[in-house]
């Protein structure tokens, strides 16, 4: 069975949306569920809806979205079986899946490994960074309260001292020392907190440092910090210092850390309403994510009762490179010039802009690869679609010297065979025809329909070893109760034989009537035939007449083969009558006079039962698998033997022996034979009924 070919995508007609709406059944199932829905909302409008009526509108969403999710799967299938139809495109997805789309993964893996390390970096910098406030601030109260208690007297002075060492490094440093009779002397700008007139009592601590946080004007999400220390003088005296988080600590921040305090949001504020976390964008138009990063602090309420302990979220942002100038300047070795920090990452950038590069023209080369085995693939596929149309004459242009090269040029050389086999196919055809006209014609040629003569019994074969043979029989009806009979071999077989035997079979019929003699008519023959064959042809005959009347045969053999006589009285067996004679048509020096020297004509006398057999070499050449001969005398031999039954019984066994004797092989050459009994030698006129 034949395959029939995948039809190409988009070949077909495809349905139109109406087509789709009302013959398929997600169609149907959209435009129920869509009614249905429309009903419900103009319903909804004007009333309230039932409870049936809500369960079917819902039943109806549930047939929108399936019919939805079909046609989605069938668009999704229809754009692949379009887009992956091509080899082109299978390749260049498959390039793009196996190689480019694992590369921007890892670049994507390794980028944003990057930007979480730095995320945490920058965090653990500016909390590292804050804490050192937060030291700063205790060690200032410890020694302003280590002076106080050696000296209560000096209080004043302490605190002074305490400000002006602090100062410089944090102008709005602010510090205050609560006496036990609650008196406070203080010092500063006390911008974010106002001094304090007591201790909370939720501050347990002997000497701690804290964040406390103020919300900002205009922001309630938002807080201001302060760093306070706490550090207690006796039971009830304590020195207190804030560092504020203005913008002179977070600059200093900034330079010591490379990160920038941006904001501040209230933990708590954050947690109560849905304000979000927003950052501030007064340092340019940076990313949501790339160098930004966040970080909690535990802040408290120092004017609440219990302090109001929570986390506030910081928002910080960052440069890559002064990040990674303050990570690498602790790297202090130096190679050829070059800290070993800088040398690794000029390393680092060379490989990642090589992989870039490397990445980049296997890309370009895959593709281009792609465009040329597709573009092989794709004018076989053209040349494929040629030759199914029935152009054999397409070639493919070679345009490489690969493996595609040479399965083109097979292909070239394929199509170039189909086109000469059609044409040998299409030559053969017209010479089967031909010889199918010649057959027809030479079968003509040959007597037909029963052969039935007064006193002899008649059967005749010719068997074509092709469609047309060179072999020839005939009879000739002639004055005075006499038959002519004829056997006759053409050299060669084909279209050439039939036409020399049908001038042949015109020329003995004209020729007979003239002549008497077998001879005479044989001589006559070759003079006229020998100038109209070819060189490289010539016929062999054997012409006969019988004289029934008489009871005599006489016959004349040019170069053809002997005739077999069986007598019927038994005596001396079958005998092989074999006059000389030369072939017929030789076109050589000469040929005509040694013709006629050659030339014997024989006369026989008949009796009742006598068989004469006459026959070409096809019968006693025939070869069986073995390549042995059937022979002369095996012909001879069941003729003997079987010489008492009528002339088709004879024939047919004489047929039978020579099928059994050739088997499986096959015939090679023509094989015609003419088998005459006597049946009375006075049988009056002879006649031929035709």
């Not at 030789?586 to 005509?592: D, E, K, N, V």
Request: proline share 4%; net charge neutral.
């Amino acid at each position: 069975m034949a395959r029939v070919p995948t039809p190409r995508p988009g070949s077909q007609a495809q349905p139109s949306p109406r087509e789709l709406l009302i013959r398929t059944w997600p169609g149907r199932i959209f435009l129920v569920a869509a009614t249905i829905k429309i009903v419900a909302v103009l319903w909804r409008i004007e009333a309230p809806l039932p409870g049936s009526v809500q369960a079917t509108s819902g039943l109806a969403t549930v047939g929108l979205v399936l019919a939805l999710a079909i046609f989605s799967w069938r668009f999704f299938m229809q754009v692949k079986r379009r887009l992956l139809w091509r080899v082109r495109r299978k390749l260049i997805l498959s390039y793009i899946f196996i190689g480019v789309i694992p590369s921007v993964l890892i670049l994507i893996f390794f980028l944003f490994a990057g930007i979480l390390v730095f995320m945490n970096v920058s965090a653990y910098l500016f909390r590292d960074g804050y804490d050192s406030i937060l030291d700063a601030a205790l060690l200032s109260a410890q020694a302003g309260a280590s002076e106080i208690a050696r000296s209560p007297a000096s209080a004043a002075e302490t605190v002074q001292r305490v400000h002006r060492i602090r100062a410089p490094l944090y102008p709005a440093v602010s510090v205050a020392y609560i006496a036990p009779d609650g008196t406070v002397q203080s010092i500063g700008p006390w911008r974010t907190l106002p001094a304090p007139k007591s201790i909370p009592s939720w501050v347990k601590e002997d000497a701690v440092a804290h964040s406390y946080g103020v919300p900002q004007k205009g922001a309630p999400a938002e807080e201001d910090l302060v760093a306070r220390a706490v550090v207690r003088v006796g039971p009830r005296g304590a020195v207190v210092v804030d560092i504020p988080l203005d913008d002179h600590v977070t600059h200093q921040l900034y330079v010591s850390t490379g990160v920038r305090l941006e904001n501040v949001y209230d933990g708590r504020t954050i947690k109560g309403t849905s304000t979000p976390v927003s950052v501030n964008r007064s340092q340019g138009n940076k990313s949501p994510v790339f160098e930004r990063s966040l970080a909690q602090l535990d802040v408290f309420d120092w004017q609440a009762s219990d302090g109001d302990r929570h986390r506030d979220t910081v928002a910080l942002s960052y440069h890559l490179r002064e990040l990674y100038s303050h990570l690498s300047s602790a790297q202090s070795l130096v190679v050829g010039g070059m800290r070993l920090s800088d040398a690794l990452l000029f390393v680092l950038v060379t490989i990642g802009v090589l992989f870039l590069i490397i990445e980049g023209v296997a890309l370009v080369m895959g593709l281009a690869l792609a465009r040329s085995i597709t573009s092989s693939v794709h004018q076989l596929f053209m040349g494929t679609e040629r030759v199914r149309q029935g152009d054999f004459s397409h070639r493919i242009g070679i345009a490489s010297n690969d493996q595609l090269g040479e399965l083109a040029g097979s292909f070239n050389q394929m199509t170039g065979s189909i086109e000469n086999l059609l044409q040998t196919a299409a030559e053969k055809k017209r010479l089967e025809e031909e010889l199918r006209i010649a057959r027809q014609i030479q079968m003509s040629l040959l007597p037909r329909g029963p052969l039935d003569f007064a006193g002899v019994g008649v059967t005749a074969l010719c068997v074509p070893a092709r469609e047309v043979g060179g072999d020839y029989y005939d009879f000739f009806p002639l004055s005075g109760d006499r038959i002519g009979v004829l056997i006759a071999d053409v050299s060669g077989k084909g279209t050439s034989a039939a036409l020399y035997m049908a001038e042949l079979k015109g020329l003995v019929l004209s020729l007979s009537q003239i002549y008497q003699s077998p001879r005479q008519l044989l001589l006559e023959v070759n003079r006229i035939i020998s100038e109209n064959l070819d060189t490289r042809s010539f016929i062999t005959m054997t012409y006969a007449v019988l004289d029934l009347a008489a009871g005599t045969m006489t016959f004349a053999r040019a170069g053809h083969t002997p005739l077999l006589f069986y007598r019927a009285n038994g005596k001396g067996g079958t005998e092989v009558l074999a006059p000389n004679g030369l072939v017929v048509g030789l076109r050589i020096p000469g040929a005509t006079e040694k013709f006629a020297e050659l030339l014997e004509e024989q006369r026989v006398d008949l009796e009742k039962g006598d068989v004469i057999v006459f026959y070409t070499d096809g019968i006693t050449e025939a070869m069986n698998q073995n390549s042995d001969l059937f022979g002369e005398a095996r012909l001879g031999r069941i003729i003997a033997e079987h010489g008492d039954l009528d002339a088709a019984d004879l024939r047919e066994r004489i047929l039978r022996e020579i099928e059994a004797f050739v088997g499986n092989a096959d015939q090679h050459d023509d094989m015609t034979m003419i088998l005459l009994k006597v049946e009375s030698v006075d049988a009056g006129r002879a006649r031929l009924a035709v």
